[in-house]
């Protein structure tokens, strides 16, 4: 059934802002909590997981579930989204997600107006983002081919243990980034980092594209070139 566009955005919308407030509010929650930031970062994980396999299981069907410009970028490429649409995802994305760090603020009674100051640069951090990303969207690509059901799960996991073996903690999303620049808490980034972030994930994301394309390639059926004895 085709969902008409204004449903479409409102999922979009409605998915970024709890993404962002998840990672948000369980960061400031875990940071408040913990002792160790080694734990805090363990819940933020979590939360983070179990959060986008809800959201990507009951708004996937609507929107698609992108919840990520880079993500919807991958998908007009490929001709799944129109560009108008793909035009008009990305702003709702970001919307959306600065709306959730602006919720998150508001249940742990922080300004609701504020800037990062956690510096977030280098070659360290802006490959980890290349590779998160392109990670991320290489599982997507390849679940959509093989298991469509076990997407949710797959991106779910998938970020749980980017944050783990990335140095970046795995953003691999620009309308997350913008967001997280926007609350000066554990999970925050400088807005001054923003831009060397979102190039290495919309580098990464293509990379993602690229490979998945040439990987999960049809192949053209070989012939019998045997020779056969007249009978």
Known sequence: MRIDLPRRLAAEGLGAAFLVATIVGSGIMAEGLACDPAVALLANTLATGAMLVVLITILGPVSGAHFNPAVSLIFALRGDLGARDAGLYVPTQIIGGIAGT?????????????????????????LSEGIATFGLVATILAGLRHDRKAVPWLVGLYITAAYWFT????????????????????????????????????IGALAGLVLTGWLFRESAPTQNHEFETPS
């Not at 508001?106 to 802006?126: D, N, T």
Request: charged share 15%; hydrophobic share 50%; net charge neutral.
């Open 167 to 202: 140095a970046s903690t795995s953003f691999a999303n620009p309308a997350v980034a913008i967001a997280r620049s926007l609350t000066n808490s554990f999970s925050g980034i400088r807005p001054s980092d923003l831009t060397g972030f979102v190039v290495a994930e919309l």
């Open 102 to 126: 602006w919720v998150a603020h508001l249940m742990f009674a922080h300004p609701l107006l504020e800037f990062a100051l956690r510096e977030r640069s280098g070659i360290g951090q802006w």
